[in-house]
Structure formats: structure tokens, C-alpha cells
């Protein structure tokens, strides 16, 4: 017996959209994620077994200071991160900030990606959480539109996404002031980061993009892998909840006094031309002074040739 061709159109329908999509079986960013490195995540053996560690500095303690190397920063960011102290984290107004998306992915993290869907199994929003103090980032990917310039900022901004082939697309604004890496170079709340999510096999290589009219002269480019963790791996909490949800945003993470001083209003910092960690790194490293202040020219492979001269 013949079926009518209304019901066979409808069972190949039926069949098409049972079938996983090459997004759903190659490219799926959702599950839980641990960074190749040392930092606070992952074992050395698990790192070695898996072939490779990465950024295992910015991931633990944190980078040296006075070390802007391949940042394309400008003067007044040169100025702001020349006037970093370290101790400034220890003050209660800074103690529990979290790392903005200008930074997040490069230092200590170990992700859960999760998908919201709606009736129809559309995905509506990607969740990431397990950033240093829980700047949980939100993906929206119903094509809704950026809010207002005067809407609130948070660390981890307001982001949007879309597919483009196998990698997702992500763009993000409104984010606070704070850094684009944890040795004082500075991103302002002007900043926007484009974020491209790339998975092959095991592997998630997420590539971000700052662009900071305030303090970079060129856009500043990093990326970082993450593999594949066993599905029900705890996620990195660092003892806090997820920001920005209602009184307890700080949770755990109390802002009190870390270093007693006797001025109750000192904050931490160093004069112009009083930081004493300047040429610390370029003696290390046998460079010139001038290469560890960064700047657009220390972005090229050329620029060594000018180092060697």
C-alpha cells in the first residue's frame, strides 16, 4: 500500500530533524572545561597526559609586573599600569572583584557551558560560569539588541552570539572597568570584546578580541584552550555565587582589610617614576627596558630585529 505523499513528506521531516547537526556532534561547546595548566585547576599529570601546558602563570599567582610586552597600549594606559601596586587587591573595595570579560578566560578558570532552551528547543542563551570569582557570562542568541550606553555595567558585561560555521561569535559591552592582564594594564567600561568559540574534538579554543578607545591603540588579541573534563566535574566556584544576584553578591568573598596600615584611607600605588619593578623583567629576559612597556610596535615579529640592533 502506498502512503499518501503529505504523510511521507511529513516522516522525512520527522526523520531530518531527529538527525544531531554537525554544530550538535562536532562543534558543541556545551559541558564542563579544564584549562592545560598547572594554576588551580588541573594536576601536573593530567596536563602532561594530555600533551601540554599553557599561560600556567596567568592561570596561578599571576604574571610578572611591569611586563607589557605585545600589549598595544597607549600612554595613559602605560601611566595607569606604571602606577599599579598589587597590595591595591588587598584594600576591602577591591578584595572580591571579580575578572572582567576582558580578561577572564586567560586567568585561573575551570568552565561549565551550559544551554538555555525555549519551547521549540531553540537555543536562547549559552551560560558560562567558573571564571575567577564568578563573573558568569550570559549568551544570548535570540538576536535581541545591545541595551542603552547609560544601562548598568557589570564584570561580565552584556554579550550576544551567533554561529558562523563551526565557530560561535560572541560580542559583549557594558563591562566595568578593570584589566586586559592581571599586572595593572588597564581596560576601561568603553571596551568591547569579540569572542570566538572553536572546538575541535576535545579541545576549546576561545580567541577574544579587546577593542578599548580609551587605552589600547589597536585591538589587543589573546586566546586560550580549554579540554574536555568528565561530565559532572565541579566547577570552579572560588567559594563565591554568580554576580550580580540580588544582596549576596559577594557570598563568601568579604571585603575586609587584607594588609593593616595606619591610614585607614591609603590606597595603594606608586608615584610616576617610583616603581621600582621597571627593567626587573627586561634584565630577566636580556631586552631592552623600552620592550617591557609595551606599546603597538611590540606586537610584531619585526620588532625584534629592532631588540637585536
Known sequence: MRLPNLLLAGLAVCVASTQPTAQTIDFDI??????????????????????????????????????????????????????YDGALLG???????????TYSYWGPA?????????????VVAYKVGGT??????TIWMDGRPHPSKYAPHTWAGFTTGEWRGSTLVTTTTHIKWGWVR???????????????????????????????????????????????APQGATTATFGVAAQDQGAGI????????????????????????TNP???????????????????????????RDRVRK
Not at 559577594?250 to 617614576?273: K, M
Request: aromatic share 10%; with cysteine; proline share 7%.
Open 30 to 83: 556545551v559541558g564542563f572545561w579544564d584549562q592545560p595548566a598547572l594554576g588551580t585547576v588541573i594536576g601536573r599529570g593530567n596536563a602532561a597526559i594530555f600533551g601540554f601546558e599553557e599561560d600556567s602563570t596567568e592561570r596561578a599567582d599571576g604574571p610578572t609586573l611591569v611586563d607589557y610586552l605585545g600589549i598595544p597600549l597607549n600612554a595613559e594606559a602605560r601611566a595607569r599600569a606604571l602606577a
Open 91 to 101: 584594600v576591602p573595595q577591591h578584595v572580591c572583584m571579580r575578572h572582567p570579560s
Open 110 to 122: 575551570r568552565l561549565r557551558i551550559e544551554s538555555e532552551l525555549d519551547d521549540n528547543l531553540n
Open 132 to 137: 575567577f570569582r564568578r563573573a558568569d557570562r
Open 182 to 228: 592581571r599586572n595593572g594594564v588597564p581596560s576601561s567600561d568603553q571596551a568591547t570584546v569579540v569572542t570566538y568559540y572553536t572546538r575541535n574534538e576535545n579541545v576549546l579554543t576561545i580567541t577574544w578580541i579587546v577593542y578599548d578607545p580609551l587605552y589600547l591603540t589597536e585591538p589587543f588579541i589573546k586566546s586560550a584552550d580549554f579540554i574536555a
Open 250 to 273: 559577594f557570598a563568601q568573598c568579604l571585603n575586609r582589610e587584607e594588609i593593616s596600615r595606619p591610614d585607614l584611607h591609603y590606597v595603594p600605588h606608586y608615584l610616576e617614576g
Open 277 to 303: 619593578f621597571v627593567g626587573e623583567q627586561a634584565k630577566k629576559l636580556g631586552i631592552p627596558v623600552e620592550a617591557t612597556l609595551g606599546g603597538a610596535e611590540t606586537t610584531l615579529p619585526e620588532y
